[in-house]
C-alpha cells in the first residue's frame, strides 16, 4: 500500500504563509500522486476553494477545520483522531506550529526566527491576548509548564517569548523533517535551535511564471485607473507585521516627501495596510491623507499589473526568512529597494538595491532615483525558482522523511516507532 499524507495548508492570517503552502500544494501532490501516495489536505474555510483548484483532476479531498478550531496554539484532537483511524503514514503543515502530541510522523516549517531573534517585533503578552484571547493565553502558560525541559529563559521575558522558543525547540528536535525556506532561515534554526544541518530542508517560495513575468506589451492603465492611480507610484505588498516597520517606511518616505516628484503615491497592497495602529494619526499629522493608497487585497493577474506600473516596491523589513512580494516583483522586472539583511540578499542578489535599516535618508535616495526611472528592474539578474520547481523539491523532502522513517507502514505505526517516546532536549 503506498504512503499517506495528511497535507496541512492552515495559518494564522491568509497571506505569505497561506500563499507559500497552497501554491506547493499542487506541483507537490502530483509528483507525489504520480509515486503512488494518497493525499488528503487539510484548510481553513476561506482557503478551500484554493486547496480544491491546487488538486484538481488528482483524487485529493480538502477537509475543513472544524469551525471552532483553536487559535495559536495547535491542539488539535480532531486532527489526531483522524491520523490515526485513517492510518496516516505521514503529516506536513506549511504552518510553524504543530500539535506537539501529533501521533504520526510530522514534517513542518520554520520559515524564520525573527520572534526568537528579535522579540521586540513579535507578541508582547498583552498584544497575544489582544489578538487570541484569554483562554489561549492561560493555554500558552499551562503548555509552557509542561516545556520546561526546553524552555532557556534569557532574562525577564514575556511567557509568549519562553512558549514560543520551547514549543520550536521540541518540535524541531521531534519532526522527522525541517523545512525552511532560505539559508538564513537554515542557519539561525541550526544555531539558536540546535538542529543539526542534515535534519532540514530549504524548499524556497517560488513565483508563477505565467502571471509575474515582464509584459510590455500590455497597458495596465485600465488596471491601474481601478485603483485610482494615474502618475508615479512606489508599492507596499502584505502584511504590516512589526518587523516589517510600514509605519517606519511610511514616516521615512513623509518626512522627504519633497525630494519625490510631485503627485507621487505608496501604494498598500493586502494586509489591511490601513488598520495598522499610528497610521491614520500619521497621515494627518502631515496632512497627507492623499499620500498612501490602500488597496486591501487584489487578485494575481492585478497584482502583475501594479507591478508592471510601479516605479518600485519599497521593503522596510529588520528581519525576514524569505519575501514573496519581492520574488514577484523581480519577476515582473519590478525595481525592488529593500534593507539591507540576509535573507534578502540571498534571494534577490544584484536583483534589488539595498540601504541601511536604520537610514531613512538612504531609502528615500533610492526611492527618488526609481521614481526618476534611474533604477533597473531585476529580471535579468535573478531567476526566482517557479512553484512548480519548489513542489517538487517538497514532494523529495518529504519522500526522504518516509524512507528515513522506514517507508509506508499502511497503519501508521511502524513509521512512528522512531518518535514514540518524547525528545529530550540538547
Known amino acids: 500500500m503506498g504512503v499517506f499524507l495528511v497535507y496541512d495548508v492552515r495559518s494564522n492570517n491568509d497571506a505569505g504563509v497561506s500563499r507559500y ?15 503512488g501516495w494518497r493525499i488528503s489536505v487539510v484548510s481553513r474555510p476561506e482557503q478551500k476553494e484554493r486547496a480544491e483548484e491546487a488538486v484538481n483532476g488528482l483524487d485529493v479531498p480538502v477537509t475543513c477545520a472544524p469551525d471552532e478550531e483553536e487559535g495559536f496554539v495547535r491542539r488539535s484532537p480532531w486532527l489526531s483522531q ?17 500539535d506537539r502530541d501529533c501521533p504520526v510522523p510530522f514534517v513542518f516549517t520554520v520559515h524564520d526566527l525573527t520572534r526568537l531573534r528579535m522579540p521586540q ?7 497575544f491576548t489582544a489578538r487570541f484571547g484569554d483562554r489561549q493565553f492561560a493555554l500558552i502558560r499551562r503548555e509552557l509548564e509542561e516545556l520546561t525541559a526546553w524552555d532557556k529563559p534569557q532574562g525577564d521575558e514575556e511567557f509568549f517569548t519562553r512558549y514560543f522558543r520551547a514549543v520550536t525547540r521540541y518540535l524541531t528536535h521531534r519532526a522527522a523533517g525541517i523545512v525552511t525556506v532560505s539559508r538564513s532561515s537554515a542557519s539561525d534554526i541550526e544555531s539558536m535551535l540546535e538542529v543539526s544541518a542534515e535534519r532540514l530542508a530549504i524548499v524556497p517560495g517560488g513565483v508563477d511564471r505565467q502571471i509575474f513575468a515582464p509584459h510590455p506589451e500590455l497597458d495596465f492603465r485600465p488596471v491601474l485607473a481601478r485603483y485610482g492611480l494615474s502618475g508615479p507610484y512606489l508599492m507596499f505588498v502584505g502584511l504590516t507585521h512589526p518587523n516589517k516597520r510600514f509605519l517606519w517606511l511610511l514616516e521615512q518616505l513623509l518626512a522627504r516627501r519633497a525630494e519625490l516628484p510631485s503627485g507621487v503615491k ?27 493608497r490602500f488597496t486591501g487585497r487584489v487578485s494575481d493577474a492585478d497584482l502583475a499589473a501594479l507591478y508592471g506600473g510601479a516605479s518600485a516596491l519599497v521593503i522596510a523589513s529588520v528581519s525576514e526568512g524569505s519575501n514573496l512580494p519581492a520574488l514577484e516583483a523581480v519577476a515582473c522586472g519590478c525595481p525592488v529597494v529593500a534593507t539591507d539583511i540576509p535573507a534578502l540578499r540571498e534571494i534577490l542578489g544584484d536583483a534589488a538595491s539595498y540601504y541601511d535599516p536604520a537610514s531613512g535618508t538612504e531609502l528615500a535616495r533610492l526611492a527618488a532615483a526609481a521614481l526618476a526611472g534611474q533604477l533597473r528592474g531585476g529580471a535579468g539578474a535573478c531567476r526566482p525558482p517557479s512553484w512548480t520547481e519548489s513542489g517538487q523539491q517538497l514532494a523529495r523532502v518529504l519522500s526522504r522523511a518516509v524512507r528515513e522513517q522506514g517507508g509506508a507502514s499502511g497503519s501508521g505505526t511502524d513509521a512512528t516507532l522512531a518518535l514514540s517516546g518524547r525528545p529530550h532536549p540538547g
Do not use: C, Q, W
Open 121 to 127: 517585533f513579535s507578541y508582547t503578552d498583552a498584544t
Open 82 to 98: 483522524m491520523l490515526i483511524s485513517e492510518r496516516v503514514d505521514l503529516y506536513f503543515t506549511s504552518h510553524y506550529v504543530v
Open 21 to 35: 503552502g497552497l501554491s506547493l500544494l499542487g506541483p507537490a501532490a502530483r509528483a507525489l500522486r504520480k509515486a
Open 266 to 292: 505608496l501604494v498598500a497592497v493586502g494586509g489591511h495596510a490601513e488598520n495598522t495602529p499610528g497610521v491614520a494619526e500619521l497621515l494627518n499629522s502631515y496632512r497627507a491623507e492623499d499620500f498612501v
